[in-house]
């Protein structure tokens, strides 16, 4: 796979390079409120600029099923902008004539930022025809690819995976160290190896179970899949989120694994999803028939701090509790502060977990490798073929 380094020294002065990026941020009425995923891809266009590219960028935002102007990259572009220190040309489309032409006014060092990418159809199309179509109109923007939108690479979309088939083609400085970092996790990690996971679903998370829980010392569960688990158990689990459908799963995975998976000793209870909500710390087998639980309770924080405190390699995703609401964000709190105290790699899975660390004013350097791509993460340490991936490496 050939990188960034490959094709700076080549020389780019001049040169229209497009960079696929994931600037997929949350937006709250329009306004940025958080905005991690674009900090992440400035190394890589900071580089580009330098050398005297004239870099195009293109990213999804949400998933809308066509032009949505609650969907629109502007505020992208203008925050984009002022962390660069430098005006960031904005097309409205995608590769219609704003596109073209706002390509065309580039000068060597400045940067565009191309409408969001789902807005057209041809993107995420699974029409072969149909997607080609897209990618060559977007590839006949450039004269090279860099893909440094590690979010996306586990989607098979025109500007992940049929560009790059079009374009000389490298992968960008955060691809690079996304990898780097993963494949120390899927080789041989530094024992003790402790994962934890948590966020709502177990079904989404059950294909990494599998394929870590031969590899783990220990294997820490919690958010709202933990009470598929403890249904498993023979738990009542009151109104909690619960996949019955994955009972019977869950089940045989813990009668397979022993004592490598932990799961919550107590649960923080409500009566209602709601950030005011009444709430009351209790044992995991002492939920109520008419409560839910929203977070894991501090017994459950000490026992994950103690599994935690003598591990060398950690990776976490998912939250422990619906960390949005503050009176449910102590449990996610906890064991993101135990995550930071160990001493070895300690790898944020991206996703809402990443997301969980900046809401909580957790510092980021406080972690070896904070990821930018939840799904694509998951997928890499599952052991999948990912197609942006391979498109790069062809």
């Known amino acids: 796979m050939r990188t960034l380094a490959d094709l700076l020294a080549e ?20 306004a940025i409120t958080d905005d991690g995923r674009i900090r992440a891809v400035l190394p890589t266009v900071r580089a580009l600029t330098d050398a005297g590219a004239r870099v195009v960028l293109c990213s999804h935002l949400g998933r809308p099923k066509g032009p949505d102007p609650a969907k629109s990259l502007t505020p992208v572009a203008l925050r984009l902008g002022e962390l660069l220190g430098a005006e960031v040309a ?24 191309l409408e969001n990418l789902r807005f057209n159809p041809g ?20 004269q090279s690819y860099v893909d440094d939108a590690f979010g996306a690479v586990h989607r098979k979309h025109a500007s992940v995976y049929d560009v790059p088939a079009r374009l000389p083609h490298c992968a960008g400085l955060l691809v690079v160290r996304e990898l780097e970092v993963l494949r120390r996790l899927a080789g041989n990690p530094d024992r003790p190896y402790v994962v ?17 829980l ?3 010392d220990r294997l820490l569960v919690g958010g709202g899949m933990c009470f598929t688990f403890l249904k498993a158990r023979g738990l009542e689990v009151g109104t909690s989120l619960l996949e019955a459908d994955f009972v019977d799963t869950c089940r045989e995975l813990l009668d397979r694994a022993g004592e490598k ?78 995550i930071t105290k160990v001493d070895g790699l300690t790898v944020v899975g991206g996703g809402d977990s990443a997301a969980a660390v900046r809401a909580l004013g957790i510092p980021e350097d406080a972690f070896g490798h904070i990821s930018t791509g939840g799904g694509a993460s998951l997928e890499f340490l599952e052991g999948k073929t990912l197609p942006g991936l391979a498109a790069l490496e062809e």
Do not use: Y
């Open 90 to 113: 904005f097309a409205t489309d995608t590769v219609g004539e704003s596109a073209r032409s706002t390509v065309d006014g580039l000068a060597n060092g400045q940067v565009a930022l």
């Open 11 to 30: 020389g780019v002065a001049g040169r229209r390079v497009l960079v696929r990026v994931d600037l997929n941020v949350p937006l709250d009425e329009g």
């Open 214 to 216: 031969p590899t783990v």
């Open 261 to 338: 998976i932990v799961l919550p000793v107590d649960i923080v209870a409500a009566n209602r999803f709601a950030a005011d909500a009444d709430a009351r710390v209790v044992a995991a087998d002492a939920i109520s028939a008419k409560e839910m639980g929203l977070d894991v309770g501090p017994a459950t924080v000490t026992e994950f701090d103690a599994a935690l405190a003598g591990a060398r390699t950690v990776f976490w995703n998912g939250p422990m509790g619906v960390f949005e609401f503050e009176r449910f964000a102590a449990g996610t709190r906890g064991v993101a502060e135990a």
């Open 196 to 212: 934890v996971l948590g966020g709502s679903k177990v079904s989404d998370k059950l294909a990494v179970i599998e394929t870590l």
């Open 123 to 142: 993107e995420t199309s699974k029409d072969e025809v149909e997607r080609a179509a897209f990618a060559d109109a977007l590839a006949a923007l450039a």
